[in-house]
T-cell receptor, first 111, second 117 residues
Framework: GDSVTQMEGPVTLSEEAFLTINCTYTATGYPSLFWYVQYPGEGLQLLLKATKADDKGSNKGFEATYRKETTSFHLEKGSVQVSDSAVYFCALKDADYKLSFGAGTTVTVRA | EAGVAQSPRYKIIEKRQSVAFWCNPI?????LYWYQQILGQGPKLLIQFQNNGVVDDSQLPKDRFSAERLKGVDSTLKIQPAKLEDSAVYLC???????????????FGPGTRLTVL
């Protein structure tokens, strides 16, 4: 079945560092791709999404581009802040519109 | 706009006991989802409702888990009897339910953390 594999954590960075979290997917069709974020003590929130190849999703300084040729949807941010400390989940929505999540990557940003 | 509400936030029970979780979705959202998130893993869909009908319960362990959504609004997820491996966070989510398409965004509640001893 369709699945998502994302970079294992935890990831620890200093403020203003560059963040990349790798995500690759396996799908038979053309899924929509998502990044969700879970801040401490809160529920999952949609961070950004892309629905077709070459689309770029962006929000709060984060970006991810849907790359069909490499089946990837890597998350990037040029300058992280302490407030970006959270767990990040890559996910896809398959032809049956079901969401499948990766295992999550814990990011800690130090001041 | 109020988000998805869940209660309780935490629950500790002994194995073989029963437990129930409650979810109130965002007003007007037709679709409601229950996910199980085991520590170190991503959420896994247990059951999906469209209004008060079940759309998908293929991943629900029906020998011990049950869920209902009476009147198409609130929902309850029950485990009876609980096993050690049921320890997880149970997430409820809701969406407008626009045919379940790619643009139908799911909004998640804060979850209920269940510990089975």
């Amino acid at each position: 079945g369709d699945s998502v594999t994302q970079m294992e954590g935890p990831v620890t960075l200093s403020e203003e560092a560059f963040l990349t979290i790798n995500c690759t997917y396996t799908a038979t069709g053309y899924p929509s791709l998502f990044w969700y974020v879970q801040y401490p003590g809160e529920g999952l929130q949609l961070l950004l999404k892309a629905t077709k190849a070459d689309d770029k999703g962006s929000n709060k300084g984060f970006e991810a581009t849907y790359r069909k040729e490499t089946t990837s949807f890597h998350l990037e941010k040029g300058s992280v802040q302490v407030s970006d400390s959270a767990v990040y989940f890559c996910a896809l929505k398959d032809a049956d519109y079901k969401l499948s999540f990766g295992a999550g990557t814990t990011v800690t940003v130090r001041a | 706009e109020a988000g998805v509400a869940q209660s309780p936030r935490y629950k500790i029970i002994e194995k073989r006991q029963s437990v129930a979780f409650w979810c109130n979705p965002i007003s007007g959202h037709a679709t409601l989802y229950w996910y199980q998130q085991i520590l170190g893993q991503g959420p896994k869909l247990l059951i999906q409702f469209q209004n008060n009908g079940v759309v998908d319960d293929s991943q629900l362990p029906k020998d011990r888990f049950s869920a209902e959504r009476l009147k198409g609004v609130d929902s309850t997820l029950k485990i009876q009897p609980a096993k050690l491996e049921d320890s997880a966070v149970y997430l409820c989510a809701s969406s407008l339910g626009l045919g379940g398409g790619s643009t139908d965004t799911q909004y998640f509640g804060p979850g209920t953390r269940l510990t089975v001893l």
